[in-house]
């Protein structure tokens, strides 16, 4: 998942930029603190949870514990009670789903608040809304208890200094210890909480690593290929055997991530690269990036890839799910959603998925994923309020195995789902019940599981333990770019990618790519570098 920031956001974003300074001269906040600060704040202790061991191991290098089964005798997350009475909390986040039902005829929010002891009272935004209304909300200065601050919130520096409450004394080092399903989040999802000399916000853990490469493993297994290429000659000879143009089927779909694909073959850097302080674009590694584009070349000319992919957004995985396109790169919780939903209509659909060989054999690299998603900031207020706080959400990120967490991610037993065995099996209404974006609050650390089926699990505990074997960070991962914030993603789509498409669709010569790289470097690129470089030594020393 991505957060995009079109126009109309970043001139509605300014509002919250316009909000700041006001709120400093009014005596609430203060200018940001001085970068060097940030060497100072000390990330929470990690401890990781004990309580219910895995099937298969979780590693220290990302691999995630795999569960073939929820416990019969789930651990009871809050054994002594609700931890957060007292006043409710007004939360404000985003969603991708459905809005869920209303506290009213929503038990799982009712069950919710009783677990808490306290009101857990949901603002919930539509994630394409959200930046607007994130906007709109700061510089109106009406804030909640709590709300999520996307990476993309203009000047967060200055706004998380004068709005929010710097989280260190509560949580750095052994404080965190108060708090222990926080001190189970490990520390890599902590480090973007890091600005302005403080520690600002509670994450939202995700997988290191990433994305996966999927392949339809029932379509591949009909036509007998082999789904682990050993080079990039493989890949496209794997393409043309499972394309069939003239009934519109293709190998992939979008030339956009494809051209990731290779660039993991060819060992690129995963967007922003560092070497002794010193950064790197990965489109700025001419000679890599030119052979990846001749490659993504070739499988469109060997019409391996959809015609339709270069125009559309937002197809690639239902043209995964029909059949249209046999390999998809996608997050890894989309595993589990594309057995859910398409598995439901189609007895044979089965996932898989592969790593990127090296170009011409031996391995290749698989590009890291952001360990957090975004981060939860709770408004300045009272120690004794933010006590609160922090009690409720460390419930709110017990980890699998306990109680809480079934109620979380499964709702209330006979309404919104029935055990099959131990496990808890979804029915429809309990489908919207859970759409609750309590995971866009703060979560525990992420966990294999697939209630209906343990071979996914395992399928996917094996991907995860060859990928963090070969895994390529982004070195921007954690850092704050003003310029990247609010002309980044504008500046690539306007500048970059049309040359690059065109050069894949054979529009296009090399002359014009090297030439959008260079103006990409003038209009924000080399502005970008340095602000990464500067956050980079601020916390690096």
């Not at 940001?32 to 202790?45: H, K, T």
């Not at 197809?315 to 390999?327: H, P």
């Not at 790169?329 to 990127?356: C, E, I, P, R, S």
């Not at 071979?455 to 990247?484: C, K």
Request: aromatic residues 10%.
């Amino acid at each position: 998942m991505s957060a995009h920031l079109t126009r109309r956001n970043v001139l509605l974003a300014g509002l919250a930029t316009a909000a700041v300074p006001g709120l400093a001269a009014c005596g609430d906040g203060v200018a940001a603190r001085p970068l060097a600060q940030n060497g100072n704040v000390r990330l929470p202790d990690h401890i990781p949870y004990r309580g219910a061991l895995p099937d298969l191991p979780a590693s220290k290098a990302g691999v995630l514990g795999g569960y073939f089964h929820y416990p019969k005798r789930p651990v009871a997350a809050a054994p002594d009670g609700p931890p957060a009475k007292g006043p409710a909390i007004n939360v404000m986040t985003l969603t991708y789903t459905p809005v869920p039902p209303p506290v009213s005829k929503n038990p799982m929010w009712r069950q919710l608040n009783e677990s808490l002891g306290t009101d857990l009272d949901f603002e919930i935004v539509p994630a394409a809304n959200y930046p607007v209304k994130f906007a709109l909300t700061i510089a109106g200065g009406n804030l909640p208890d709590a709300m999520l601050v996307l990476p993309v919130a203009p000047q967060q520096p200055a706004m998380l200094n004068a709005l929010f409450e710097d989280l260190a004394p509560h949580l750095s080092g052994s404080a965190v210890h108060r708090y222990p399903y926080l001190a189970n989040i490990p520390s890599s999802s902590w480090q973007p909480m890091v600005l302005a000399g403080g520690l600002y916000g509670l994450p939202m853990p995700r997988a290191n690593s990433g994305s996966a490469m999927m392949y339809r493993a029932d379509i591949l297994k009909r036509k007998d290929l082999d789904p682990e290429p050993k080079s990039f000659k493989d890949f496209l000879q794997l393409c043309k055997d499972v394309s069939d143009p003239k009934h519109a089927k293709y190998a992939v779909g979008d030339p956009r991530t494809t051209l990731f694909f290779v660039l993991e073959m060819l060992h690129g850097a995963n967007y922003w690269r560092q070497r002794g302080g010193r950064f790197t674009w990965f489109l700025e590694e001419s000679d890599i990036l030119h052979q990846a584009l001749d490659a993504v070349r070739q499988l469109v000319k060997a019409q391996t890839l959809h015609p339709d992919g270069f125009t559309t957004l937002g197809k690639f995985k239902d043209w995964f799910g029909n059949g249209q396109i046999a390999i998809n790169f996608d997050g890894l919780t989309a595993w589990n959603q594309n057995l859910t939903q398409y598995g439901a209509t189609d007895k044979n659909f089965d996932v898989d998925a592969m790593l990127a060989p090296g170009f011409d054999g031996g391995r290749g690299t698989h590009w890291a994923g952001p360990t957090n998603f975004a981060m939860l900031c709770l408004k300045k207020a009272p120690e004794q309020r933010i006590e609160q706080l922090l009690r409720a959400f460390n419930l709110m990120a017990s980890p699998f195995g306990t109680d809480h967490y079934l109620l979380r991610k499964y709702g209330v037993e006979g309404h919104d789902f029935a055990f099959k065995g131990p496990d808890p099996v979804l029915n429809p209404v309990g489908a919207l019940d859970t759409g609750l974006p309590t995971n866009f609050v703060t979560d525990a650390p992420q966990a294999t599981y697939y209630p209906p089926d343990a071979e996914p699990v395992r399928r996917q505990h094996r991907f995860q333990q060859r990928a963090v074997d070969i895994l390529v960070p982004d070195d921007s991962y954690g850092l704050y770019s003003e310029t990247n914030v609010t002309y980044g993603q504008t500046a690539r789509e306007e500048i970059i990618e049309g040359p690059l498409k065109g050069y894949m669709r054979g529009n296009a010569g090399w002359g014009d790519v090297q030439d959008a790289v260079q103006n990409w470097r003038r209009t924000i690129g080399d502005k970008m570098r340095r602000e990464f470089e500067q956050h980079w030594a601020s916390v690096h020393g």
